[in-house]
């Protein structure tokens, strides 16, 4: 078995949350850790170290490129790819290598994208 990645998904719908963490699980290659708050987020960051950042935009504490901002200032060394899962697409504040996905978002998209952007959660 090859090494799994961890992956944190930041979203303050509780039931969207929990279906992509659900989704991403299925994949059997990802650790998967859930915040439903920019602040839980923050907290999580440091301990998971994780592959990739699936967030939204609207966070009701925090906006979402706001809080991808802060978390890359956390981790300075490797920027990791962020993948945002929003209906504010114009809001959303990205750089090269992230990927944006509107809401509502196709599983097989989240999966295909979660793929493209974690070696680790391809089929080996």
């Known amino acids: 078995m090859g090494r799994e990645a ?33 602040l839980e987020a923050l907290r999580l960051y440091q301990s998971v170290d994780p592959a990739l950042v699936i967030l939204d935009e609207g966070l009701s504490d925090m906006g979402g490129s706001q809080l991808l901002r802060e978390l890359r ?23 090269p290598g992230d990927v944006v996905l509107e809401k509502p978002v196709e599983m097989q998209r989240l999966l295909d994208a979660v793929c493209a952007l974690v070696p680790e959660a391809r089929a080996g």
Not at 6 to 17: C, F, G, K
Not at 73 to 95: D, H, Q
């Open 6 to 38: 961890a992956v944190l998904i930041v979203d303050d719908n509780q039931d969207l949350l929990d279906v992509h963490a659900e989704v991403l699980q299925t994949l059997g290659r990802l650790r998967v850790f859930k915040a439903s708050s920019a």
């Open 73 to 95: 200032r956390i981790n300075t060394k490797a920027r990791k790819p962020a993948l945002f899962i929003t209906g504010a697409l114009a809001s959303v504040e990205c750089l």
